[in-house]
């Protein structure tokens, strides 16, 4: 490393001293690849490193012209040309991260002491080595460490949240991934939107054992399909777990509303991208301004099937919004994802995601089927609102709505109150049918709106 370096670093000497700026040669150690976090960075020769101080604008600044043209590439070991200008003339906050002045044999005839740290308060060595190593492109999009500044967490019981911020880079996406020596770990991290500008990566330990936490992101400017790169690591000391962890359904992209809502015409959206369910049911209320379609999706844990027939979409009973109700067969993760039809556009597109903790599941089946018609005439179902009824035998149906003038059922019409309700009592057939509330508005033909099952 010391021969590598020398030729550049003396360059940047004499390109200084012909421009008038005063400049120095400074040696080290740095944090390299292969490096292992924690690990004292002195033990290895690899790490030994030198880089120049740089005088302009009133200060001294940082530069390493050596980790600014390339990097390591992690997976093939080898070396990638790439210019990168988070190393040149860089916040020495920034800087100290895995640069650090420290008398090296090698390099001794240049200059190294704790001053060229550039810091109002200098780290040790030990903290050096604690410290948090931002990889390239997290340096390189000025994303920071909130919550977690050492690389090792130790003790961490049950689960954990990292928090991250963007300094001067608009991100787009975020994901995290454990991993337990070489096995990727794939569903056992989430990550949400805090505030503007910090993301929380949540962690939960599956069992006792000591992780490595990788969390990748990608720009704003990038769009949306671009690559995923990775952001910073950390290791996880996991001392307690979970008697009985279950896994978040897979989810590779953040939780939450997006950034479009106003765009679709989605208001009064929940904000929270984590809920519990004591009793296997939860709502969901939202504003529908430009009266789109929405469609619904729900997975329970790992699974990739739609269980669409448990999520059920209405109106509430003033019709000024919509709810939408999930039940939870199950004990653990859901994950409940909102599409919305713009009207100038033939595609869904996804508005928000939830994670959904269900304690304890609901026995009461499938929703009963609504159809278009339910929303445009902006009913509220009241009972019943299982799919499933009994044949040979009577029920009360009733619900809501202000735009209807008449409603029926296998021949029977509902009785109708003046704030909108309609309901009765309807004789059910024999199994193995069907059963549908019709309903009509000024039109003065009947529509479909809900359909039961008759068992």
Request: with cysteine.
């Amino acid at each position: 490393m010391a021969e590598s370096v020398h030729v550049p670093i003396q360059k940047i000497v004499v390109f200084c001293r012909l421009a008038g700026i005063p400049s120095r040669i400074v040696s080290g150690y740095a944090k390299a690849h292969g490096y292992e976090q924690g690990e004292d960075v002195t033990l290895d020769k690899h790490n030994a490193h030198a880089w120049n101080l740089v005088y302009v604008d009133n200060d001294w600044f940082p530069l390493d012209v050596t980790w600014g043209a390339g990097f390591i590439k992690s997976k093939e070991k080898t070396y990638a040309t790439r210019f990168n200008d988070s190393y040149f003339l860089t916040d020495p906050d920034v800087f100290i991260s895995d640069h650090f002045p420290y008398p090296v044999n090698s390099l001794s005839k240049h200059e190294s002491s704790e001053d060229y740290q550039l810091l109002r308060q200098p780290v040790s060595l030990q903290d050096f080595c604690c410290m948090v190593n931002f990889e390239q492109y997290g340096k390189m999009w000025g994303i920071r460490a909130v919550t977690h500044s050492q690389a090792v967490v130790y003790n961490v019981e049950l689960e954990t949240d990292i928090v991250l911020e963007e300094t001067h880079t608009e991100m787009n996406d975020y994901i995290g991934f454990l991993y337990d020596n070489d096995r990727k770990l794939d569903n056992y991290v989430y990550t949400f939107i805090l505030t503007a500008g910090r993301v929380n990566v949540h962690v939960c330990i599956p069992y006792i054992s000591v992780f490595k936490l990788i969390i990748y992101g990608r720009r704003m400017r990038d769009g949306p399909s671009a690559d995923f790169q990775p952001i910073v690591r950390y290791t996880l000391q996991g001392t307690k777990a979970c008697a009985r962890p279950y896994p978040y359904p897979t989810h590779h992209t953040l939780y939450g509303p997006t950034n479009h809502l106003k765009q679709y015409g989605i208001e009064c959206m929940e904000t929270h991208a984590y809920h519990q369910s004591e009793n296997g049911e939860i709502i969901f209320t939202l504003r529908n301004r430009h009266g789109s379609d929405i469609y619904p999706r729900v997975f329970y844990q790992s699974s990739a099937s739609d269980l669409k027939d448990l999520c059920f979409i209405d109106h509430t009973e003033d019709g000024d919004h919509m709810n939408v109700i999930v039940r939870m067969e199950f004990e653990g993760h859901y994950k409940l994802v909102l599409f919305v039809k713009p009207h100038d556009s033939f595609k869904y597109v996804p508005f928000a995601t939830y994670l959904i903790h269900c304690k304890t599941g609901c026995q009461d089946g499938p929703f009963p089927f609504a159809h278009s018609n339910a929303h445009k005439y902006k009913c509220c179902l009241i009972e019943p609102l299982t799919r499933h009824v009994p044949a040979n035998s009577e029920h009360i149906f009733c619900m809501k709505s202000q735009l209807l003038q008449s409603v029926r059922c296998e021949g029977t019409t509902f009785t109708a109150s003046l704030d909108g309700t309609f309901d009765a009592r309807v004789p059910t057939s024999k199994p193995n049918t069907k059963l549908t509330i019709e309903g009509c508005g000024d039109d003065d033909i009947f529509h479909a709106l809900y359909t039961f099952d008759v068992h």
